[in-house]
């Protein structure tokens, strides 16, 4: 599989340790951090035309993961 751009740890390098940390302790964190997770793959699956999907889904999936990244980014920095 090739890589996938924007994980969390590359996102947020600085907080590599906290985030590893908080899936394991925080049950919304870790909630958030999956949900990220998929809508990311999402996104680079249409991105790489594995899985296409019209423009207007794609840029609502962008919107979702650029979401999901500030609250976890709040979470991280708090």
Same mark, same amino acid.
């Given at each position: 599989?090739?890589?996938?751009?924007?994980?969390?740890?590359?996102?947020?390098?600085?907080?590599?340790?906290?985030?590893?940390?908080?899936?394991?302790?925080? /049950?919304h964190? /870790?909630?958030?951090?999956?949900?990220?997770?998929?809508?990311?793959? /999402?996104?680079?699956?249409?991105?790489?035309?594995?899985?296409?999907?019209?423009?207007?889904?794609?840029?609502?999936?962008?919107?979702?993961?650029?979401?999901?990244?500030?609250?976890?980014?709040?979470?991280?920095?708090a």
């Amino acid at each position: 599989m090739s890589h996938t751009p924007h994980e969390l740890h590359e996102e947020f390098p600085e907080f590599a340790e906290k985030i590893t940390a908080m899936k394991t302790t925080d /049950a919304h964190f /870790a909630k958030l951090a999956e949900e990220y997770h998929e809508v990311n793959r /999402a996104v680079h699956r249409a991105e790489t035309n594995v899985e296409p999907t019209d423009q207007f889904n794609e840029e609502e999936m962008r919107k979702k993961r650029a979401a999901l990244k500030d609250e976890i980014y709040k979470m991280l920095s708090a």
